[in-house]
């Protein structure tokens, strides 16, 4: 059976590149899922040519669609939309989704979805109010290697009982260096590292130390330190701890100062620990397993070639395929509770937004 599903890409910028280099590899490999890129909303059409000549979104790679540039105006109002990828700075998401929505369309947009827990909410109300799908992009929990070490830990219980994690998400940024317009640096574009790739570690917790989502999810306290930057007034430098209400641990940090450590995961347990390696953090493709003394006793590869966007698009299109308006994995309660928790660290730390 084939699955089509009509894209609109908002915002021709980083993030919206590497997506939609995996909607065009998913159509070259003529699978199942027919993703058409319909249109590319834009700040300026001559930077949308830009994008689509750039990522070669041609017709042949497209179901013979030629996308349409469009100002995100037309883009909410195009009626040959399904659904509206939101690859814009986090203090736009808020507005954008309620606009996608309250025209019609079903929005997948990129983590954060907002700022704070309080916009997510309204963001989800907009939703069911339309009747419309609506996910954040938290990409990393769909990777098939996600599924496969989740077996293997909370099934065969390779590593024995699970007791503590650590995860990082860190890179080198030159921060000093940076303007302080950089979406890095922009306070009023929501910057800081909590918001930005804090999000990973702490999505990670999600996943590999509770076996639930959203509502049903296993209680947790949390503790934390931000160092907020005296120019630009946020965080480049954030640690995170963890305690589920069963004892378990987590150690979780995030930098845009300093680099992370090649394991940006250590999951252990009483007979053994997990390592993940990636060249980012959220690209969940590699991990290894190693038995009490030391020795490797399980690998997995994802040697796909996708940058890993597809996973969840392809979750997406069977959602709005099947009528859903909120994904399993990814549901709204899930989308709250880690905004909430973010929400927390930065009371406990003085970090505020304007949209607080
Ligand atoms: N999933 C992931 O692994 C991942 C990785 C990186 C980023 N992200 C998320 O994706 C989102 C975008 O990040 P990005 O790195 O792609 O950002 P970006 O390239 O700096 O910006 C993306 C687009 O947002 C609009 N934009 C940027 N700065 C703006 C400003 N000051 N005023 C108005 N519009 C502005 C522009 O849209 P136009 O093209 O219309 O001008 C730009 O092309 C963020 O929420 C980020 O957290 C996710």
């Known amino acids: ?77 195009n009626s040959e939309i399904d659904v509206v990828y939101i690859g814009t ?27 704070n827990r309080k916009e997510a909410e309204k963001i989800f109300q907009v939703a069911k109010k339309n009747g419309r799908f609506c996910m954040e992009a938290v990409w990393t929990r769909f990777f098939p290697a996600i ?56 999505t990670y917790s999600r996943i590999l130390l509770d076996d639930y989502v959203g509502e049903k999810a296993t209680k947790f306290e949390h503790k934390s330190f931000l160092t907020i930057d005296k120019n630009d007034l946020v965080d480049h430098l954030a640690s995170i701890l963890i305690k589920y209400k069963d004892g378990k641990q987590a150690l979780l940090t995030s930098s845009e100062l300093v680099d992370g450590p090649k394991a940006y995961v250590r999951l252990e347990g009483s007979r053994g620990w997990v390592e993940m390696y990636s060249d980012n953090p959220a690209r969940a493709k590699h991990f290894k397993i190693f038995g009490k003394e030391g020795k490797e006793v399980y690998e997995y590869k994802d040697n796909s070639g996708y940058n890993g966007f597809i996973y969840e698009a392809n979750a997406v299109a069977n959602d709005i395929h099947n009528g859903k308006l909120e994904n399993e994995i990814m549901p709204h309660a899930e989308s709250l509770l880690v905004m909430g928790v973010m929400d927390d660290i930065r009371k406990e730390n003085g970090l505020t937004y304007d949209q607080d």
Not at 26 to 50: A, F, L, M, P
Not at 108 to 114: H, R, S, V, Y
Request: with cysteine; glycine share 6%.
């Open 89 to 115: 700075p986090h203090n736009f998401h808020f507005k954008q989704a309620i606009a996608c929505l309250e025209n019609g369309k079903h929005v997948l947009c990129e983590k954060p979805i907002t700022v």
């Open 147 to 202: 599924k496969e070490l989740k077996r293997k830990v909370y099934q065969e219980k390779v590593i024995g009982d699970v007791h503590r994690l650590f995860a990082d998400f860190s890179y080198e940024g030159d921060v000093e260096n940076l303007p302080l317009t950089s979406r890095v640096r922009d306070r009023s574009l929501a910057a800081g590292s909590l918001l930005d790739i804090g999000i990973y570690p702490i």
């Open 1 to 77: 059976m084939t699955i089509t599903l009509n894209w609109a890409i908002l915002g021709a910028g980083n993030i919206s590149s590497q997506f939609v280099y995996d909607l065009l590899l998913n159509n070259d490999r003529e699978t199942e899922y027919h993703h058409v890129i319909k249109s590319i909303g834009c700040s300026n059409s001559e930077k949308g040519q830009e994008f689509i000549k750039n990522n070669k979104i041609t017709a042949e790679r497209n179901f013979d669609v030629t996308p349409v540039t469009q100002s995100y105006n037309e883009l909410y109002k």
